[in-house]
Each structure stands twice: as C-alpha cells, then as structure tokens.
C-alpha cells in the first residue's frame, strides 16, 4: 500500500506496524530544565537576597534598560541589609511610627532610621558655609523675570486636526496681518480671540513663570521686548498669536533672603554623604557576595 502522507515529527520513529497504518508515539514527558536565576545568588554575611525581593524592588529604581534597574534594586536591598544587621547587632529596635502623611513606617524602616540617628553624625552648615556658597552660586539667587505680554487664542479642540491645520493657518494670517498693522493688535483680540483677556485687547498682566502653558511660556522666553512671535504658537487650547511688550530680568536676591534655604540644601547634602560613608565602612567589615557595590548612592542613601 502506498504512503499518502508521513508525519515529518515521527519519521525515523518506530516501523509502521504490519497494514501500513502508523504507530502512535508517546509524549515527551520529561521535565524541562529550570531557567537560570536572572542574579547569582546575592548574600550579605551569609544571609541571601531572594530574587523575588529584587524583583519587587526594581519598581522603585527607573532606569535606561532593565538590567540596570535589577542591579541598582540589589543593590539597594544589600545596603538595606547592611543596615539592618548592624541595628541588630548594636540591639537597635524601633517601634514603628506615622509621619506627618499618615503613611504607616516598618519596624525595619524605624530600626534603620534609629541606628543612622545613633551612629551617624552629621555636620550643620554654619553661617560663614552658607555664604561662601551664596557668593559662588549667585547666578541661582534671583527673583522669577516679568513678562508682560497680550495674546489673541485661537481656540480648537486638540484631538481635532483637520480643524487644527485650518485654525493654524487663520492664525498665520492674523500674524502677516499685524506685521503689516501692529496697531490693530486689541481690535483684532476683541474679534476673534477666544480668551477672556479679549475684553483687555489680549492683555494678560504681568507673567511668571508657571503663569502660562509651558508652550507661551518658552516662547516668551525666546522673544525680544517689543515683537510679535512670528508663528503661532500651538497648546492644547488651540493656537496663539503673542506679542511681549515688557520683560522685567529677575533680580539679585539678597543672602539674608535665601540663608535658611542654603543651610537646608547644605545639611542634607552633608546628611547624604555622612550615611554614604558609614554604609562604605559597613560594606568594607561584611561578606557580601554576587554584587560589587560599587557605590552606595542608593536611593536609601539618598
């Protein structure tokens, strides 16, 4: 009897039986090999990491590509226990507590907290640092500039581009318009704008940063004072044809003003590189193996 078909999956398998007809073959049932961990076994004076803890930690370490989101989450849970072991060997306990956002803290969290406030110490700013930063830094004291500037809105719904494209061009042509009558700006701003500041020519009062869309924003900051943005600018109100009739520069805010916030910057900065060099001394006294540190600028640190 001749073959109509033969199973490519059985061919070399055993003889077709006596009459031509195929043998039934059995199901592979052997048990296929465990995929490999995606970390080697990562331990700190003996005691091991579990990969799922990883895991569950690299939500909490957004980074380029997740490798490197794996490998900051462990190492910041081989700081965490860095931590924990020496609160343990010092008897360092902490009851748990509620800070000011009524966000329940761990007893492990407490213990950690406890044992930096015990064992690191911490230098406060005094006046003469802060001024020698004020001094350095006086380019990051000012006030916020000033813009006063008018606008027409050209209203549209941003989901709707045929009508976007049409709108774009109405507000090109108020702008050729107002190159060629700069005057008619109000009139122009009372007939068509679709902003409330139509009832002051477009005016919008004086403007700082935050005031406005980040799109009117950053195109203020482009403008000379005095001139008409020569394209519209687009946001998700629709389109707008701006002038910037005055920019008031920030000013020099003076050291008395901004002290209090120097002192804070400087002290968690000193905080931050006071518990970094204590985990070091830590990391230096333990056994931890299947991670290099590196460095301990962990968000635990920080």
Same mark, same amino acid.
């Given at each position: 009897?001749?073959?109509?078909?033969?199973?490519?999956?059985?061919?070399?398998?055993?003889?077709?039986?006596?009459?031509? =007809?195929?043998?039934?073959?059995?199901?592979?049932? *052997?048990? !296929?090999?465990?995929? *490999?961990?995606?970390?080697?076994?990562? =331990?700190?004076?003996?005691?091991?990491?579990?990969e799922?803890?990883?895991? @569950?930690?690299?939500?909490?370490h957004?980074?380029?590509?997740?490798?490197?989101?794996?490998?900051e %989450?462990?190492?910041?849970?081989?700081?965490? @226990?860095?931590?924990?072991?020496?609160?343990?060997?010092?008897?360092?306990?902490?009851? !748990?507590?509620?800070?000011?956002?009524?966000?329940?803290?761990?007893r492990?969290?407490?213990?950690?907290?406890?044992?930096?406030?015990?064992?690191?110490?911490?230098?406060?700013?005094?006046?003469?640092?802060? +001024?020698?930063?004020?001094?350095?830094?006086?380019? +990051?004291?000012?006030?916020?500039?000033?813009?006063? %500037?008018?606008?027409?809105?050209?209203?549209?719904?941003?989901?709707? /581009?045929?009508?976007? @494209?049409?709108?774009?061009?109405?507000?090109?042509?108020?702008?050729?318009?107002?190159?060629?009558?700069?005057?008619?700006?109000?009139?122009?701003?009372?007939?068509? =704008?679709?902003?409330?500041?139509?009832?002051?020519?477009?005016?919008?009062?004086?403007?700082?940063?935050?005031?406005?869309?980040?799109?009117f924003? /950053?195109?203020?900051? *482009?403008?000379?004072?005095? @001139?008409?943005? !020569?394209?519209?600018?687009?946001?998700?109100?629709?389109?707008?044809?701006i002038?910037?009739?005055?920019?008031?520069?920030?000013?020099?805010?003076?050291?008395?003003?901004?002290?209090?916030?120097?002192?804070?910057w400087?002290?968690?900065?000193?905080?931050? /590189? %006071?518990?970094?060099?204590y985990?070091?001394?830590?990391?230096?006294?333990?056994?931890?193996?299947?991670?290099?540190?590196?460095?301990?600028?962990?968000?635990?640190?920080?």
């Amino acid at each position: 009897m001749a073959t109509i078909y033969e199973n490519p999956t059985l061919a070399g398998s055993e003889p077709a039986a006596e009459g031509g =007809s195929l043998t039934f073959q059995e199901l592979d049932t *052997r048990i !296929p090999p465990r995929a *490999r961990p995606i970390l080697d076994s990562i =331990s700190v004076n003996g005691v091991a990491i579990a990969e799922a803890d990883i895991l @569950a930690e690299v939500q909490n370490h957004p980074a380029d590509n997740p490798g490197n989101a794996i490998m900051e %989450a462990a190492r910041a849970l081989v700081v965490r @226990a860095l931590l924990l072991q020496e609160a343990g060997r010092l008897g360092i306990g902490q009851a !748990p507590q509620n800070d000011a956002g009524d966000v329940s803290q761990t007893r492990e969290d407490a213990a950690i907290h406890a044992l930096i406030e015990q064992e690191v110490v911490v230098p406060t700013a005094t006046s003469e640092e802060c +001024r020698r930063y004020f001094d350095r830094n006086t380019d +990051r004291f000012q006030s916020e500039p000033i813009y006063e %500037a008018r606008h027409i809105l050209l209203g549209v719904a941003s989901d709707d /581009k045929a009508l976007r @494209a049409r709108v774009r061009a109405c507000a090109e042509a108020l702008i050729a318009q107002l190159n060629e009558q700069p005057e008619q700006f109000g009139a122009l701003a009372q007939q068509h =704008s679709d902003c409330p500041s139509r009832e002051q020519d477009g005016h919008l009062g004086q403007l700082t940063h935050g005031s406005t869309v980040p799109e009117f924003e /950053k195109a203020l900051q *482009r403008m000379e004072e005095g @001139a008409l943005c !020569p394209n519209p600018i687009e946001s998700r109100f629709g389109f707008h044809v701006i002038q910037l009739d005055r920019r008031m520069p920030g000013e020099a805010l003076p050291f008395e003003l901004v002290q209090d916030r120097i002192a804070a910057w400087l002290d968690a900065s000193a905080w931050s /590189k %006071a518990v970094s060099q204590y985990v070091s001394v830590l990391a230096g006294r333990a056994q931890i193996a299947g991670i290099d540190l590196n460095s301990v600028d962990s968000p635990l640190v920080q």
